[in-house]
């Protein structure tokens, strides 16, 4: 069974700040990996895509991909209220065609 | 560029109809298309594959003959819940696979069955 696991949280972040979200995968082979963010009623957003190892880095955000651990993160810089969301960590394997969705990490940048 | 409509954003039937739920890709062609499931503070369930002119791919646990997915052409997929009950009210959402198998999501279709 592949599996995406997230923190649920919610992590509460100050204006400003960096918010740090995580991501771990369980299948080795995965060779896709997105973060998109969803506000509350709303269908999920596409943020960054990130394919290799290291950092790629779009504006605020910065994802970091370790393929060897299994982990890929997402950074937010100058975290502002309004990135208050859901984020949803996605990967995709070589042979599927489908995104394997984690659960999604809460937060909340408060002003 | 890369956008995902769907058609309707919220609907309301009474037990025992048939909703129909279309997705379409604006600007650019997908050969698949995705149909999730999504209820109130849960992630996304993947409930079928869409792919142009073949028959779907419905996830374990989803009853083909209840949901029916037809994709007709590289823009449009539809989504028909037939005969639907209350346990199938819930927020429905597509997805279209762009040129890097990035995933392009559609509005979302809120569903609500009496």
């Known amino acids: 069974q592949k599996e995406v696991e997230q923190n649920s949280g919610p992590l509460s972040v100050p204006e400003g700040a960096i918010a740090s979200l995580n991501c771990t995968y369980s299948?080795?082979?995965?060779?896709?990996f997105f973060w998109y963010r969803q506000y509350s009623g709303k269908s999920p957003e596409l943020i960054m895509s990130?394919?290799?190892?290291g950092d790629k880095e779009d504006g605020r955000f910065t994802a970091q991909l370790n393929k060897a651990s299994q982990y890929v993160s997402l950074l937010i810089r100058d975290s502002q209220p309004s990135d208050s969301a859901t984020y949803l960590c996605?990967?995709?394997?070589?042979?599927?065609?489908?995104?394997?969705f984690g659960k999604g990490t809460t937060l909340s940048v408060s002003s | 560029g890369a956008v995902v409509s769907q058609h309707p954003s919220r609907v309301i039937c009474k037990s025992g109809t048939s909703v129909k739920i279309e997705c379409r890709s604006l600007?650019?062609?997908?050969?698949?298309m995705f149909w999730y499931r999504q209820f109130p503070k849960q992630s996304l369930m993947l409930m079928a594959t869409s792919n142009e002119g073949s028959k779907a791919t419905y996830e374990q646990g989803v009853e083909k003959d209840k949901f029916l997915i037809n994709h007709a052409s590289l823009t449009l997929s539809t989504l028909t819940v037939t005969s639907a009950h209350p346990e199938d009210s819930s927020f429905y959402i597509c997805?279209?696979?762009?040129?890097?198998?990035?995933?392009?999501f559609g509005p979302g279709t809120r569903l609500t069955v009496l």
């Open positions: 990130i394919y290799s190892n």
């Open positions: 299948d080795r082979v995965s060779q896709s």
């Open positions: 997805s279209a696979r762009g040129f890097q198998n990035e995933q392009f």
């Open positions: 600007d650019f062609q997908a050969t698949t």
């Open positions: 996605a990967v995709k394997d070589q042979a599927g065609t489908a995104l394997i």
